[in-house]
């Protein structure tokens, strides 16, 4: 039993569908949320922007005395997780390969698609542990930078037709190619779901990289003997940016509104 929370961060408020599914799977459990929406999105940035970032969101989490940290972030989780693992004392966590076993279990054609950031796609991190996990299977990976900053502005639902127009152009590659099973690398894109299902059509699974983030979570502290022992638990939020857009959209990713008070922190201190 480890009654200290949980800590997650993203680059904006993508994470948050990741907090949802800690939430659903362990309601016992503290979470502290940090979306760096001052510097969203980081898909874009150089591996050692992203890493100094990521290194400033682990370090103002790591002050509220967490069992252990979610990066869920694919782009983080792609670049910087095994710098950062291994620069800590606590377990973290990303979304990349609990996300590849699920596919790797749900494809029957062996022709995964993997729809990201830029710099996910150029890390090469999905295709890395495909080939260790799951080698047989052809990994097809394609950017697609405009998600984000569409869903951080709300353009993501069926009919929109900004939305629908760059989910087609960016995935009919992967429709093309006949993949069976589609990872969506980035926590943002779950808020696509329905836009994204129409556009694969009917048969194309997908993976919802922050739910299984927050099932290995659970995992790992189930295996640790860690998990909190709490008739309910709370969230926290901080945001680098406004806190006032951030509550806006916050109900947006959690499918409720954001329990609590959302705190704006200055990222130069840590």
Known sequence: MDQRP???FDSGLGGLTAVRQLRRIMPSENIIYFGDTSRV???????????KYAREDTRFLRTFGPKAIVIACGTVSSNCLETLQEESDIPITGVVEPAVHRAAALTKNRRVGVAATRATVSSGAFARVFR?????V???????????PLVEEGRCRPGD?????VAEEY?????????????????HYPLLTEVIARTMGEGVALVDVGAESARACRDLLTARGALADREAGTSGYYTSDRAENFQRLA???????????????DLEQY
């Open 41 to 51: 999105p980081y898909g874009n940035r150089s591996r050692d922007t992203i890493l």
């Open 132 to 136: 260790r996990i799951a080698p047989e």
């Open 171 to 187: 995935l009919s590659p992967l429709r093309d190619r006949g993949v069976d099973t589609l990872v969506l690398g980035c926590t």
């Open 138 to 148: 052809e990994v097809i990976s394609l950017p697609c930078p405009l998600f984000v």
């Open 6 to 8: 949980i800590g997650v």
């Open 251 to 265: 109900s947006l990713f959690l499918g409720e509104d954001a329990a609590g008070e959302v705190q704006q922190i």
């Open 161 to 165: 037709v900004v939305i629908e127009t």
